[in-house]
C-alpha cells in the first residue's frame, strides 16, 4: 500500500512566520499535487510538480519536489490568517494507479 | 469555483436508509472520482468512472454503488446506512482518465446517520 505521510499533522503560528510543511512517501510517484482544504468545502488545487527537483512558486508559496520524487515540501512565507486550512499533498502515477492523498496538515495561522 | 457542482448539500438519514447523491462534472471533463472524508480516515477514494464506464475502484462498499450517465453526470448511491457512515462525500473530475491528471473537487455533501 503506498502512503504519504505528512508533518507536521498541525502547526498554529503567528502572522508573519514562515513555515514549510513536508510530504513523504517510500514509493515514487510521476507527480505529486497539492491541495488546501478549508471547513466544510472541497479541497482547491494549488499547484502539480511534475519533474525531480522542481520548484514552482505561488506568490507567498514555495512547492519542491524531491529529486528522487519521493516527497515534496511547501514552504510559506510571511503566513497571513487567510492562509489558514488543511493542506494536503496527493501523489500519482503511482503503482496504485489512483491518486493517494497524505493525512493532511492543519494550518493556524493567528492574528 | 472549481465547477463541479454536487446535490444535495447536506443530508440527514436514519440508519438503514438509502440515499443518492449527485454530482455534475466541470464541462468537458470524462472522469468523475467520489472521495469519502471522515476526521478518523482522512480522504478515502471511493470509485472512478471515465466516459461512463467504471475505471478505478479504491475502498468502497459492497453497500454503496455508483454510475455515471450519458451526459456524465454521477450519483452514488449509499444503501443500509450506519452511523460510521456519517461523512463529507466529494466528487471531483478531471479531464483524462489517468490518476496523473488534475483533479477538482466539488463542494461535497455532509451526510449525517442517526
Known amino acids: 500500500t503506498q502512503l504519504l505521510e505528512q508533518s507536521p499533522q498541525f502547526l498554529s503560528i503567528q502572522e508573519g512566520e514562515n513555515l514549510t510543511v513536508y510530504c513523504n512517501s517510500s514509493s515514487v510517484f510521476s507527480s505529486l499535487q497539492w491541495y488546501r482544504q478549508e471547513p466544510g468545502e472541497g479541497p482547491v488545487l494549488l499547484v502539480t510538480?511534475?519533474?525531480?527537483?522542481e520548484v514552482k512558486k505561488l506568490k507567498r508559496l514555495t512547492f519542491q519536489f524531491g529529486d528522487a520524487r519521493k516527497d515534496s515540501s511547501l514552504h510559506i512565507t510571511a503566513a497571513q490568517p487567510g492562509d489558514t486550512g488543511l493542506y494536503l499533498c496527493?501523489?500519482?502515477?503511482?503503482?496504485?494507479?489512483?491518486?493517494?492523498f497524505g493525512s493532511g496538515t492543519q494550518l493556524t495561522v493567528l492574528p | 469555483d472549481s465547477g463541479v457542482t454536487q446535490t444535495p448539500k447536506h443530508l440527514i438519514t436514519a440508519t438503514g436508509q438509502r440515499v443518492t447523491l449527485r454530482c455534475s462534472p466541470r464541462?468537458?471533463?470524462?472522469?468523475v472520482y467520489w472521495y469519502q472524508q471522515s476526521l478518523d480516515q482522512g480522504l478515502q477514494f471511493l470509485i472512478q468512472?471515465?466516459?461512463?464506464?467504471?475505471?478505478a475502484k479504491g475502498n468502497i462498499l459492497e453497500r454503496f454503488s455508483a454510475q455515471q450517465f450519458p451526459d456524465l453526470h454521477s450519483e452514488l448511491n449509499l444503501s443500509s446506512l450506519e452511523l460510521g457512515d456519517s461523512a463529507l462525500y466529494f466528487c471531483?473530475?478531471?479531464?483524462?482518465?489517468?490518476?496523473?491528471?488534475?483533479?477538482?473537487f466539488g463542494p461535497g455533501t455532509r451526510l449525517t446517520v442517526t
Open positions: 471531483a473530475s478531471s479531464v483524462g482518465g489517468a490518476d496523473t491528471y488534475e483533479q477538482y
Open positions: 496527493a501523489g500519482a502515477g503511482g503503482s496504485a494507479r489512483q491518486l493517494t
Open positions: 464541462s468537458g471533463d470524462l472522469s
Open positions: 510538480v511534475v519533474t525531480g527537483g
Open positions: 468512472y471515465y466516459n461512463g464506464e467504471e475505471r
